[in-house]
C-alpha cells in the first residue's frame, strides 16, 4: 500500500509510536526511527518489523536542535526525501501539583514535550515533501486539566496551537495535522489499565495512514480528535 514511501516516526520507540510505526511498515512503507537510547531498538524493531520489514534506526536526540539537523540530512542523504511524518514524543508525567512545582522539574517537563516538538517540527517539517504529511499526536489533557499532570496539560494545550501556527505559517505545502488521543493500549500500559473502548497503538497508526497516504489524504490543518474506540469507528465509516 505504501511501498515506495518514507516515513518518519519520531517517538517511534514508545507505546503509541511503535504501533505508528507497525501500521506503515507492515504496509510497505520504509520507517525511520530516531532514538536517543540504542537499547530500546531491539524490542522495538522484534514488534515492529518481525518478518523483515523496512525499518531503520537512526541513533540520536532530536530533542536538541543541533543532533535533529545531523538527523534530518542523515535520513534525506540515505533515503532522498521524506514523503511523511509522525511526532509521538514524550509521555506522561504525575507528580506535585503546579503550586509546589520546581521551577528546574516545570523547564524539563515542558522543554522534553512542547520546546521538543517545537525543534522537530521547525528541523523537519521544511524537509518534507511538498504535499506531504505531518502529523502530530496530542492527548485529551490537551482540553481536559489533569490535577499533578500540570505541566503536561500546559504543555499539550499549547502544542495544538504550534500545530495551527506551523500549519498557517506553511500555508499549505504540507498537510500538518494533530491526533487528538484519548487513552491507548499500548504495550506499556498494564493490563488492569487497558480497556475494549481504548483505541491500541496500531490502530494509531492506520488513523496517521489515512491521513498521509490514505482516504483522509486531504486533511490539512486540521485537529483530529478521537479519544475512543467509537469515536475511531464513527471516523472511519465517515471517510
Ligand atoms: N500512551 C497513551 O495512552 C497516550 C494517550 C494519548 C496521547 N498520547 C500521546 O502520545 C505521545 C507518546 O506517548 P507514549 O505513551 O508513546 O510515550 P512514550 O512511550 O514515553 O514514548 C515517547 C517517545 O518519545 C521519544 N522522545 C524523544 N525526545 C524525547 C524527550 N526529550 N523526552 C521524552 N521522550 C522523547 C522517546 O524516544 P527515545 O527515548 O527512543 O529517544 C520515546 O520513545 C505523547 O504525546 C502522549 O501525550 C499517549
Known amino acids: 500500500m505504501y511501498e515506495g514511501k518514507v516515513v518518519v516516526v519520531a517517538g517511534g520507540t514508545g507505546g503509541v509510536g511503535e504501533g505508528i510505526a507497525k501500521w506503515f511498515a507492515q504496509n510497505g512503507a520504509t520507517v525511520v526511527i530516531p532514538t536517543r537510547n540504542v537499547k530500546k531498538v531491539d524490542r522495538a524493531r522484534d514488534y515492529i518489523a518481525p518478518n523483515g520489514e523496512k525499518v531503520v534506526f537512526i541513533e540520536g536526540n532530536i530533542s536538541d536542535e543541533a543532533d535533529a539537523v545531523r538527523v534530518r540530512d542523515e535520513i534525506i542523504e540515505t ?14 508525567w504525575q507528580g506535585d501539583k503546579l503550586v509546589d512545582l520546581s521551577l528546574d522539574h516545570w523547564d524539563y517537563l ?15 517539517i521544511p524537509a518534507i515533501e511538498p504535499g506531504g504529511s505531518y502529523s502530530m499526536i496530542v492527548g485529551l489533557s490537551s482540553v481536559r486539566p489533569v490535577p499533578h499532570s500540570g505541566p503536561i496539560s500546559v504543555a499539550n494545550a499549547a502544542e495544538l496551537m504550534l500545530r495551527k501556527v506551523f500549519s498557517v505559517e506553511d500555508e499549505g505545502r504540507v498537510r500538518i495535522n494533530d491526533i487528538n488521543l484519548g487513552p491507548i493500549n499500548t504495550r506499556t500500559r498494564h493490563p488492569m489499565y487497558q480497556s475494549p473502548d481504548f483505541i491500541d497503538a496500531l490502530e494509531v497508526g492506520e488513523i496517521a495512514g489515512e491521513i498521509a497516504f490514505g482516504k483522509a489524504s486531504d486533511m490539512s490543518d486540521h485537529s483530529l480528535p478521537l479519544r475512543l474506540r467509537e469515536n475511531f469507528n464513527e471516523w472511519k465509516a465517515s471517510l
Not at 80 to 91: H, N, P, R
Open 110 to 124: 515542558i522543554n522534553s514535550s512542547l520546546t521538543t516538538h517545537f525543534i522537530v517540527g521547525k528541523t523537519f
Open 79 to 92: 533515503f532522498g526525501k521524506i514523503d511523511a511524518m509522525v511526532s509521538s514524543l514524550f509521555g506522561w
